[in-house]
C-alpha cells in the first residue's frame, strides 16, 4: 500500500512536471497562433478524421504557405502527421485549397465550404485563400465544431497596414518592446527567420502592407545600400501578400541627392523623385509606395517652398503612378501659434485642399484631432474631404497609454472612433463608413495601426499589449467585429480556452481603457507630460512651443479646467456638424468623458453625475487607481488557467501599475488643488506625499 502512494506521488510529480515544462515552454514568441495540443478527446478526434490532407490545386509562394501553416496548426492540435498533397485524395477527408474566380475584386476575401467530407477554401487570389486558412485555424483553435467555418468572407479596407516607426540604427520611435526587428546591419545577407514569423502573425490578421521605418524619415532609407536591406525583407514578407512601403524625408533631393532645393514644383527635383522611384521599383518590383509626414513637428515639406500638401503629394505621386504605387500623405499637421488651438489645424490646412490630390494620393488621418490621446473625439476631417480618400491612423504602441507596464486593451478606442456619426450625410455617416470608402466612394481605402512591436521575444514587451495588434488587425478586416468578440476571441488563441477564465479576462480588457483614462486623464483631460510622454507633469508650462507645454490643454485656474473649445472660446466645434456640435457644446449636456476637450468648467459646478466638478475629478482618479486592484484580484483568479510565467509576468506588471496610478492620481490632483481650494473627500485616503514630493519623484525619473 505504502509503495504504491509512493508510486501514485512520484507519476503525480512527473506528470506536473512534464505539465509545468509544457506550459512554461510558453514565452509569448507564439502569438496567437499557439496550436496548442487539444486537450478534449472528442475534438481532438474530430478534427483528425475531418483533416487527413491538404490537398493544393496550383502553386505558389502564399498558396504553399497557406497549406504549411494549416499543417503545422492541425498537426500540432490534433498530433497527426497531416500530409499535404497536389490532388484531393479519394474517400478520404481533407482540406482543398484551390482559386477560383470570385466576386471580390481585391482578391482577399475568400470562401470555406463544406463540400462532401471536404473542406473547400477558395478566393480568387492565393493571399485570399491563405486568409481563409489562418480563419480556420482560428476557428479550430477555439475548439469549435468544423462545419461551423463554413462562410465567406471579405475585408472592408484595401490596405491594412501598420507603420513601423523604426530608426535606421536600430531604435524604435516610442517603441516599448525592445529594439527594432529590422537588424539593417546584417541585412541584406542575413535574413533573420523571425521576419517570416512577423509575416505570419500579420497575414493571420489580415495585414497586407508594412511601412518599415520611421515617419520621422531619415533619407538614408533611399540609398541603393538600404534599398537592397528593404527588398531583403519585402522578399519575404511578399511570401505572406504583404506588401513593402518607405517613410520618406521630403528633403532627400537635397540631402542625397546634392540639388539646391526639394521644391516639389522644380523640375530637376521631380526628375529626382522619378529616377529614385524608378531605382527603388527595379529593387523591389512590388514595392507599395511611399508614407509622408511633412511639415509636422519640424520635418521638411512642401511649405519650405511656398508649396502646399498636394503640391507635394502629387509630385510623388506622379513618379509612383506607373508603377501602381501609392502616396499616404499625414495630416498631423500644428504650427507653433500660440493664438491658435491645435485641435483645429489639421483641419485647416487640409479642407482647403480636398479634390486638390491625384488619384494614387490617401490623406492618413490620426483617429483624433489631437495626437493618440487615452480618449479623443474624432478628428473632424472625417466627412469633411468628400473629394480625398481619408486613411484613418491608430496607435498600437502605448505611447500615452502606460507604455509597456499598464494593461490598456485598445479596441474600445479603435471602435469608439470607428462608430462615432459624422452626420456629414445624415445619421448612419459614421468615420467607419468614411474610411471603408463607402459614404464617399473613395477608391482608395486605408487603415494604418503605428506598431507596438519589438525586438523583445514576446513582441509587445506586455503580453497583453498583442491583443492591440490583433484587434487592430482584425478591425481592419471588419470594422463591424465587436471589441468584446475580438476580446474573447484573442483569450482564446492566446491564453486559454477555459471558458470562465476567458470571460474574466475579455472582462478585464474591456474595462481596462476605462480604467487607465480615469487615473490618468479623466473626463476629458489630455498630455499631461511633455517629453516623456510618462511621468505625470501637469504642472508643465515652459517649452520652445506653447503647444508642447501641458498647462496649454487643461488650462486650470483659480476659476476652472477645461479647454474652452465653444463659440465663446476657440470654436474648433464648428469644425463638426450641428448634430455633432449639439452633443458637445453645451456643458450641462456634453458626456463627461468630453467635458475639458470642450469647456472650462468652474470647481464647484455640478455635474450630470450629481458630483461637483473637484468631487467628481476625485471620484475618477480614486476609483481608478482602486480599479487596478481589482484587475489585480481577477488576474490572480485566473492562475491556474494560465501559463505560468505569463501569469507572473502580468501579476508583476499589474503591481506597478498600481504603483503609477497612484502617482499619477497624486500628481494631478495636488496640483489641480492649488487652484480648486478644495479639499480631498474625506472618504479618500489622502495622498501620502506632498506636491513638492510628487515633483521630486518626477524630475527624478525625467533625469538623464
Ligand atoms: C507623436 C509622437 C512623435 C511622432 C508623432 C507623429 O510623440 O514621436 O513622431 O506623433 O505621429 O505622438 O508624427
Request: charged share 20%; net charge neutral; aromatic share 12%.
Amino acid at each position: 500500500m505504502k509503495f504504491f502512494t509512493w508510486l501514485r506521488n512520484l507519476l503525480l510529480l512527473i506528470a506536473a512536471t512534464i505539465a509545468h515544462l509544457n506550459a512554461s515552454a510558453d514565452d509569448g514568441y507564439r502569438l496567437w497562433l499557439k496550436y496548442d495540443r487539444i486537450r478534449n478527446e472528442a475534438t481532438r478526434t474530430a478534427y483528425s478524421n475531418s483533416f487527413r490532407y491538404i490537398a493544393i490545386s496550383g502553386s505558389s509562394d502564399i498558396l504553399n504557405n497557406a497549406a504549411k501553416e494549416l499543417q503545422t496548426g492541425l498537426t500540432a492540435m490534433t498530433g497527426k502527421e497531416i500530409p499535404v498533397v497536389k490532388a484531393p485524395v479519394k474517400n478520404q477527408n481533407g482540406i482543398i485549397l484551390t482559386i477560383s474566380a470570385g466576386d471580390d475584386a481585391s482578391g482577399d476575401g475568400y470562401s470555406i465550404q463544406m463540400q462532401g467530407a471536404n473542406t473547400v477554401i477558395s478566393a480568387a487570389k492565393d493571399a485570399g485563400v491563405l486568409y481563409g486558412s489562418f480563419a480556420l485555424l482560428r476557428h479550430l483553435q477555439q475548439h469549435l465544431p468544423v462545419e461551423k467555418a463554413a462562410g465567406q468572407s471579405s475585408p472592408k479596407i484595401q490596405l491594412r497596414m501598420l507603420n513601423h516607426w523604426d530608426n535606421p540604427e536600430g531604435t524604435i520611435e516610442r517603441g516599448y518592446a525592445g529594439g527594432s526587428l529590422w537588424k539593417w546591419y546584417e541585412l541584406p545577407e542575413t535574413v533573420d527567420p523571425r521576419y517570416t514569423d512577423y509575416a505570419r502573425a500579420n497575414a493571420s490578421i489580415g495585414i497586407n502592407g508594412t511601412v518599415v521605418n520611421n515617419v520621422n524619415a531619415s533619407a538614408r532609407f533611399l540609398t541603393a545600400e538600404y534599398l537592397h536591406k528593404v527588398a531583403a525583407l519585402a522578399g519575404v514578407f511578399r511570401k505572406y501578400g504583404i506588401k513593402t512601403y518607405l517613410s520618406i524625408h521630403f528633403a532627400a533631393p537635397k540631402t542625397l541627392g546634392g540639388l539646391k532645393t526639394s521644391d516639389p514644383l522644380d523640375p530637376e527635383v521631380r526628375k529626382w523623385w522619378t529616377e529614385k522611384t524608378k531605382e527603388i521599383y527595379s529593387i523591389i518590383p512590388d514595392f507599395g509606395g511611399f508614407l509622408v509626414k511633412a511639415n509636422s513637428e519640424g520635418e521638411p515639406g512642401p511649405q519650405d517652398y511656398g508649396r502646399t500638401h498636394a503640391d507635394g503629394a502629387n509630385m510623388l505621386a506622379e513618379a509612383l503612378a506607373p508603377f501602381k504605387g501609392v502616396v499616404i500623405w499625414r495630416a498631423f499637421v500644428y504650427k507653433a501659434d500660440p493664438k491658435a488651438d491645435r485641435f483645429k489645424a489639421a483641419y485647416e490646412e487640409f479642407v482647403p485642399l480636398d479634390g486638390k490630390f491625384a488619384k494614387n494620393v490617401i490623406v492618413q488621418v490620426k483617429n483624433g484631432p489631437i495626437d493618440f490621446q487615452p480618449r479623443e473625439p474624432f478628428s473632424p476631417l472625417f466627412g469633411n474631404m468628400p473629394q480625398t480618400p481619408l486613411g484613418i491612423e491608430f496607435q498600437l504602441t502605448q505611447e500615452y497609454l502606460g507604455f509597456a507596464t499598464h494593461w490598456v486593451y485598445e479596441a474600445p478606442i479603435f471602435k469608439e472612433c470607428l462608430d462615432a456619426d459624422t452626420y456629414v450625410k445624415g445619421k448612419g455617416s459614421t468615420v467607419a463608413r468614411i474610411v471603408d470608402g463607402s459614404l464617399h466612394d473613395y477608391p482608395l481605402t486605408c487603415m494604418a495601426g503605428v506598431a507596438n512591436t519589438g525586438s523583445d521575444r514576446n513582441w509587445t514587451g506586455n503580453p497583453m499589449a498583442q491583443a492591440n495588434w490583433y484587434a487592430f488587425g482584425r478591425f481592419a478586416w471588419d470594422h463591424t467585429l465587436t471589441a468584446e468578440a475580438i476580446a474573447q476571441e484573442w483569450t482564446q488563441l492566446s491564453l486559454t480556452t477555459e471558458t470562465k477564465s476567458v470571460a474574466t479576462i475579455s472582462n478585464m480588457m474591456l474595462r481596462s481603457r476605462d480604467i487607465y483614462v480615469d487615473y490618468n486623464t479623466p473626463l476629458g483631460l489630455s498630455r499631461p507630460w511633455t517629453g516623456s510622454h510618462y511621468a505625470p507633469e501637469p504642472w508643465q508650462n515652459r517649452s520652445s512651443r506653447p503647444d508642447w507645454t501641458a498647462i496649454y490643454y487643461h488650462r486650470a485656474d483659480s476659476l476652472g479646467l477645461g479647454f474652452d473649445r465653444t463659440a465663446d472660446g476657440s470654436n474648433a466645434l464648428a469644425q463638426y456638424r450641428p448634430e455633432v456640435r449639439r452633443t458637445w457644446d453645451n456643458a450641462e449636456t456634453c458626456p463627461l468623458p468630453y467635458l475639458f476637450w470642450f469647456h472650462h468648467i468652474p470647481w464647484s459646478k455640478k455635474l450630470s453625475s450629481g458630483r461637483n466638478l473637484w468631487d467628481e475629478l476625485c471620484h475618477r482618479f480614486y476609483t481608478g487607481a482602486d480599479s487596478v486592484l481589482w484587475m489585480q484580484k481577477q488576474w490572480a483568479a485566473v492562475k491556474t488557467s494560465i501559463d505560468p510565467d505569463i501569469h507572473a509576468d502580468i501579476t508583476g506588471r499589474l503591481i506597478k501599475q498600481h504603483k503609477e496610478a497612484i502617482w499619477w492620481r497624486d500628481a494631478w490632483l495636488l496640483y489641480l488643488q492649488t487652484f480648486s481650494k478644495q479639499p480631498i473627500p474625506a472618504i479618500y485616503p489622502k495622498p501620502e506625499r506632498t506636491l513638492e514630493e510628487v515633483k521630486n519623484t518626477v524630475n527624478i525619473y525625467l533625469m538623464r
